[in-house]
């Protein structure tokens, strides 16, 4: 709180002093200076905003704060897309250059100068000499506030958006440094976790870090800077990763806030890198785990979540799955939802993917903005492999503390076939068996048709490449409506659902997905 205030207080006083005493920075050359590879821009989601009167004073909005409607205006182009960048540019900085709040927090800062400097040859295009001024003083303005909130952080913190835009400001006024290696390797040590996957365990995240090492390393070429070979040895680590986490229809795992409205994107980054090699997922490693035979692709999350503020974005989801075999993708998540204002909380809930819950309550605390105050402090993860037989175990205790259990699930499968067995345990950490609801919850893919049978005990699957799966279970299940999330479209769907209350202190539910 004491490090809140004081901060407030310099902010205040830095704002007061570069209006009363501004100094105008001296640039090198501003133009032909759009690094941009892969985009990662929700353009149905400017496309909505922009064509509305005065849409710049949305202030909750991000896409709006942190100008990326300028790539939108430089689509539309001519003299209406450049006069939406230009006069919008005008207005946003009239109303909030002066201001201390969210809007001049370092992430949102960075993007925007990004944003301003790709598009400066299109907003410049059709400009007078004293708009081109005045857009240059706009460009200090928000580099000064910028330093400003760097210097209140942590080199390991900054994620590489921010990294990215101090190294282009730094070299643009002739202050490059040589410690960029230095701080590179404190962000990876903070932010990449021992395989080469971003703290985030959300595929689009990973994408877009590899995405800005791209830039950054274009950014070192234009300006004839040596690029350090750290670079590329992450880039070319995590492309690898990436290149894992797709099922065998093409799309993404959905994880953390993970959607396939940005696929093509994804693929893009991947195209940066030739003949990726196939890893082996460590045996004893937290995070998404995965494995692909010629049959099936199987995800298991095993992420131990933590305080950091990679994790304030992570959902409920501990020991969910999703599994595909061929075209089919069966058990998936709910996915993403980019809304009007930010993400979907209710999409971050543990209903809301492939795993047991108790009480229809959340494993981990979901907070926006913040890390988790509450979340499984152990998460284990174990493979084992004997006489033809992969067991993947992982396990929680994220109940711990109001329902006095830990939670264990057990997944069962055979290189030689398509077919997946799972065992779902919740374990009493007290003698005295107190009874909690629970539910094991298997959300299907919306192109399958799904039967219950009389028994109460199997499902059904048909799929649309004319593929029948039989799921059954050693408890009481029923078919639920659910939804998933596809590019930003809502699409009705169901989902298996295996009711239950506990009546041991070691209560077990089977079940098992057979292709037939």
Request: glycine residues 4%; contains cysteine; proline residues 2%.
């Amino acid at each position: 709180m004491i490090n809140t205030a004081i901060h407030k207080f310099i902010r205040v006083i830095f704002v007061l002093y570069i209006f009363v005493f501004p100094k105008k920075i001296k640039f090198k050359n501003l133009n032909n200076l759009d690094f941009s590879k892969a985009d990662f821009t929700n353009y149905k989601k400017i496309k909505i905003l922009i064509f509305k009167n005065n849409f710049i004073k949305n202030n909750n909005e991000l896409l709006i704060n942190n100008f990326d409607f300028l790539k939108y205006s430089a689509k539309i182009g001519g003299k209406k897309g450049i006069e939406i960048s230009k006069n919008n540019i005008f207005k946003w900085h009239k109303i909030n250059n002066k201001k201390i709040n969210n809007l001049w927090a370092s992430e949102i800062v960075a993007n925007r100068i990004i944003n301003l400097i790709y598009n400066y040859d299109h907003i410049n295009s059709l400009s007078t000499p004293k708009e081109e001024t005045k857009l240059k003083n706009i460009i200090s303005t928000n580099i000064k506030r910028f330093n400003l909130e760097l210097s209140l952080r942590k080199n390991k913190d900054l994620n590489l958006l921010e990294f990215k835009a101090s190294i282009l400001i730094n070299i643009l006024l002739g202050k490059y440094s040589i410690s960029y290696k230095k701080i590179f390797e404190e962000i990876i040590e903070n932010q990449i976790d021992e395989i080469s996957i971003h703290k985030s365990y959300n595929i689009i995240e990973h994408s877009k870090f590899v995405n800005h090492i791209n830039e950054i390393i274009n950014i070192f070429l234009r300006f004839k800077i040596e690029v350090p070979e750290i670079f590329f040895i992450t880039k070319l680590k995590m492309a690898t990763v990436l290149s894992q986490y797709f099922h065998k229809d093409g799309s993404v795992c959905l994880f953390n806030g993970a959607h396939n409205g940005y696929i093509k994107d994804i693929y893009s980054v991947l195209k940066e890198e030739n003949n990726l090699r196939k890893m082996e997922y460590p045996a004893d490693e937290n995070g998404i785990f995965f494995f692909e035979d010629k049959f099936k692709k199987i995800f298991f999350d095993v992420v131990q979540p933590s305080k950091s503020f990679l994790s304030k974005n992570l959902n409920a989801s501990t020991l969910s799955i999703e599994f595909s075999s061929g075209k089919d993708k069966i058990f998936t998540n709910c996915g993403a939802l980019e809304k009007l204002g930010g993400n979907a909380a209710y999409l971050r809930y543990t209903a809301a993917h492939s795993t047991l819950s108790l009480k229809n309550t959340n494993i981990s605390e979901i907070r926006e903005d913040q890390p988790h105050l509450k979340f499984p402090q152990i998460v284990n993860f174990k493979k084992t492999k004997s006489n033809g037989w992969i067991s993947c175990e992982g396990s929680h205790n994220g109940y711990i503390k109001n329902y006095k259990k830990i939670i264990k699930r057990k997944i069962f499968f055979k290189e030689s076939d398509e077919s997946l067995y799972g065992e779902d345990w919740i374990i009493s950490t007290i003698s005295k068996n107190n009874e909690v609801v629970f539910h094991v919850r298997f959300h299907i893919m919306p192109d399958i048709n799904i039967t219950e049978t009389n028994n109460k005990r199997s499902v059904i699957i048909k799929t649309n490449n004319k593929n029948i799966w039989i799921f059954k279970a050693s408890a009481n299940l029923v078919l639920e409506e659910s939804i998933y999330v596809d590019k930003g479209d809502i699409i009705k769907t169901n989902q298996i659902v295996i009711k239950g209350i506990t009546k041991n202190n070691r209560e077990m539910v089977k079940w098992s997905l057979i292709k037939i």
